[in-house]
């Protein structure tokens, strides 16, 4: 099925077509907040060609990973509302070397970059050993390292696939940028579930002091702050290979959608509760899930927008709740603790 955004289901409201038609209607993502976040970055693929204005092709250089592909533009497609990235068999010239097999690889350096924020895409990777397809980020200062691996894949073949959420910054020790100390880094490690089979979506969340991975909205694993760089990064999308395997080229991974989102709430003054040392810190919303995370005596309700109470927890452990399901619309999440009253105004979808 091809989602539609929410504003065209919107506009077949208005249009009066049948209720039937808004089966097949839903955002193609959604903030991780409410009203605080707002979009900076989006393509739906819904042209025939690249959108030069967002992206470029065959930007990164493979060698330092000793990858025996070349990235070159006549392996990008957009088709049916997706960019197809084609790995195959196919001689070609790349970074001044014949490479056997071709693959694809777009990025926005140079076109679009950001510090902080939240990110998301929606891909399907190709089934078959050898494929080492990455969703990740780079220093628009043109640094290396550090990098951010928000989704990779090592796909073995064998029904066994290694999924990295992979941060090489927090956590990391990096005196300058070319330290090679990868210090501690955070890997998502071995997938229980084939994810070939289908399209997921894979986001991170980065923050001052922290950085969160997502897999279809869930939670996947956090990193803590260490060391980050004073710089944005831009995206990278691309199919690797990491041990050829002609049997199952030529193979391909789509992308749906790539979207960014910065957070607009006031920094500079703490929260409440950061400013008393073990209290509950601000209750965070993202993917459909409510959050409070340092362990103090505190108690939350979550209401709709006409004061209704539809999800209620007290005790001193961290709190995570599903709002998977629940009407779209405006709803309130109040946390009192010894530090006061906090709330949050989340703008839930479904």
Request: glycine share 10%.
């Amino acid at each position: 099925m091809r989602y539609i955004s929410l504003s065209a289901c919107r506009a077949i409201l208005r249009a009066g077509i049948s209720v039937l038609t808004l089966i097949a209607c839903a955002a193609f993502a959604d903030p991780p907040l409410g009203s605080i976040w707002q979009l900076t970055f989006s393509d739906d693929f819904e042209g025939t060609s690249l959108d030069t204005a967002k992206w470029r092709s065959g930007n990164w250089n493979n060698a330092i990973n000793g990858e025996p592909q070349g990235y070159q533009a006549s392996q990008i497609s957009v088709t049916n509302g997706k960019c197809v990235l084609t790995c195959e068999v196919k001689s070609n010239i790349f970074g001044g070397q014949t490479k056997k097999y071709a693959s694809g690889e777009i990025s926005t350096r140079g076109k679009f970059s950001q510090r902080f924020g939240y990110f998301e895409a929606r891909l399907k990777v190709p089934r078959g050993a050898g494929f080492w397809p990455a969703w990740w980020g780079m220093p628009d200062d043109g640094g290396w390292p550090p990098e951010v691996d928000i989704f990779e894949l090592v796909n073995t073949g064998n029904g066994s696939q290694t999924s990295y959420g992979t941060n090489w910054f927090m956590n990391g020790n990096y005196p300058n940028k070319g330290g090679t100390n990868l210090g501690s880094v955070w890997l998502g490690g071995t997938c229980t579930q084939d994810m070939t089979a289908d399209f997921h979506n894979y986001g991170m969340e980065w923050t001052a002091d922290s950085v969160r991975y997502y897999c279809d909205g869930k939670k996947q694993g956090k990193v803590t702050r260490n060391t980050a760089p004073n710089c944005g990064f831009y995206l990278i999308v691309n199919l690797a290979i990491k041990t050829p395997n002609e049997a199952y080229m030529p193979a391909n991974m789509e992308i749906e959608w790539v979207k960014v989102w910065k957070n607009n709430e006031p920094t500079g003054v703490a929260a409440p509760a950061a400013q008393v040392s073990g209290q509950v810190q601000t209750p965070a919303y993202a993917n459909r899930r409510i959050e409070i995370e340092r362990m103090s005596p505190y108690s939350a309700q979550l209401t709709d927008a006409a004061g209704r109470i539809i999800l209620s927890h007290a005790g001193a452990s961290p709190w995570t709740a599903s709002m998977a399901g629940f009407r779209t619309g405006v709803y309130i999440l109040n946390v009192n603790s010894s530090a006061g009253m906090q709330s949050q105004r989340i703008l839930h979808r479904q």
